[in-house]
């Protein structure tokens, strides 16, 4: 099984390219794998080593997700599989319109997402543009 990635490994840092080519099935199980074994909220397939713009949560595998629009800050504190042990208080979006694509890019999704759903799928979107939390704390003085 691949080994999820810890901070500062490197590679969390990079920023996965547009997915132009369909996603083989052997990458969706790879990251499946991982997903249910940490009992991930979400996982993103940088934190695992492989070059791909997707991501996964409970609800939903995306490819090339792009959240359209968004509103309603709110401070959320998150933890980070990739940063074992540590919390950070930070700032979201209650509420997002999120558009995907599915593995074959064949079809393109949209939904509506507010609350834990919408900070999970903005914090595996972080993941993608090389992002992780402890870059986001917000000062609390
Ligand atoms: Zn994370």
């Not at 070059?51 to 998150?78: A, F, G, Q, Y």
């Not at 393109?108 to 903005?122: E, F, H, N, P, R």
């Amino acid at each position: 099984m691949k080994k999820l990635l810890i901070y500062p490994n490197q590679y969390l840092k990079r920023i996965a390219p547009t997915q132009r080519v369909p996603i083989h099935s052997s990458v969706i199980r790879k990251m499946k794998d991982v997903f249910l074994s940490v009992k991930a909220a979400g996982l993103a397939a940088n934190q695992i080593g492989l070059p791909h713009r997707v991501i996964i949560w409970e609800h939903e595998l995306m490819v090339n997700p792009i959240i359209r629009t968004m509103k309603d800050p709110l401070e959320s504190l998150e933890s980070c599989l990739s940063l074992p042990g540590q919390q950070f208080l930070i700032r979201r979006m209650n509420k997002i319109h999120v558009c995907w694509l599915s593995p074959d890019l064949q079809i393109m999704y949209d939904t509506d997402l507010s609350g834990l759903d919408a900070c999970i799928v903005q914090h595996e979107i972080d993941h993608l543009n090389g992002i992780l939390i402890n870059e986001k704390v917000l000062q609390t003085s």
